[in-house]
């Protein structure tokens, strides 16, 4: 990679922001789209959230993508919401467009696509149980619901999250239910699980570093997938023991890299080499 006085600066802000994938997968795109683009990492305390967002028309920085803790905040400093991220309640791409900073959300197609890809599974008329509450899962159901969801439980350690989104989601999408339950309530889950076509994990649980989503799958319906949005590490224990029972399940590997090539696109109007993307972060 050569910097030159023209490069175009693109960067993630999160915190913490050591671990993330995003600059070696984005890196790695912009050298095989042949673009003049670097990616670096903003380790931003939420303290200086608002300082920093306005910075990036201040140092002409072009793009970012915006991760834990700050995706739900940002969208106060931005002078547009895209309706996907509107929807969502949260953004985790800004495009600087001459000063005007514009909020995206490529989660969203991020997870279906991944859905589609990874597990071959169709929303429509379906029930599914989320785990989470937090930006993730606002991503998710956004997307289930827009293709039209049966039924979604959100399940989520703080019962009071779980419930503000189950009313905030049905407000808006009158055809599909929605039922909240607290993580620790074993027996609710259980029955829930007994009629759940895709259960998804979109909490931090699982994650390195997190503990462990400690849920038995032994009432999970036949046929149900799972998805784990957690991609480190790149098979969690969810995952492998769903795959122990037979079941169709996949980590959140390929949606990190599909809504990072989203945010490409949304950047620089090229589709990048997902293979390229997803052999930076494998
Ligand atoms: P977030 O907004 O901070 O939400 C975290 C969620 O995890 C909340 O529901 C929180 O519950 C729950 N949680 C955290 N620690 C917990 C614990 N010890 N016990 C029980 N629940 C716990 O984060 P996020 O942005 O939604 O991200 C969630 C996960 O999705 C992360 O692992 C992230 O890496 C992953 N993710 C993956 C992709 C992808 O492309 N594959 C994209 C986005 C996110 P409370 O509400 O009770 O705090």
């Known amino acids: 990679m050569s910097i030159s006085g023209r490069t175009k600066v693109y960067g993630i802000f999160g915190h913490p922001v050591s671990h993330s994938f995003s600059p070696r997968m984005h890196n790695a795109a912009f050298t095989a789209l042949g673009l003049d683009c670097v990616y670096i990492p903003f380790d931003i305390e939420p303290r200086d959230l608002e300082t920093a967002t306005k910075a990036l028309r201040a140092m002409s920085i072009a793009g970012v993508n915006v991760t834990i803790p700050h995706k739900e905040a940002v969208m106060g400093f931005l002078d547009e ?134 849920l038995s799958l032994d009432t999970l319906k036949e046929g149900a997938c799972v998805y784990d949005l957690v991609y480190n590490p790149l098979e969690t224990e969810l995952v492998r023991e769903a795959k122990g029972l037979g079941r169709r399940a996949a980590g959140g590997i390929n949606m990190l890299v599909f809504q990072g090539a989203e945010s490409i696109k949304i950047w620089t109007g090229e589709d990048p080499p997902i293979d390229v993307m997803r052999s930076a972060v494998v």
């Not at 619901?145 to 399940?155: A, P, T």
């Not at 055809?175 to 909490?203: H, I, M, Q």
């Open 81 to 214: 919401i895209s309706p996907d991220a509107g929807f969502t309640g949260a953004v985790n791409t800004v495009l600087n467009s001459d000063g005007r900073l514009l909020g995206f959300n490529t989660d969203v197609r991020g997870f279906l696509r991944a859905l589609g890809e990874d597990l071959g599974f169709e929303p429509k008329g379906r029930v599914i149980t989320v785990i989470g509450a937090g930006g993730a899962a606002r991503a998710v159901l956004s997307g289930l619901c827009i293709r039209g969801v049966k039924r979604v439980n959100i399940v989520n350690r703080t019962h009071d999250k779980a419930m503000e989104l189950a009313e905030e989601f049905g407000g808006s999408f009158a055809e599909t239910e929605f039922r909240s339950a607290p993580l620790s309530d074993t027996l609710g889950l259980r029955g829930y699980l007994s009629e759940t076509d895709l259960l998804v994990n979109a909490s931090s649980l699982g994650m390195e570093g997190a503990p462990a989503l400690d």
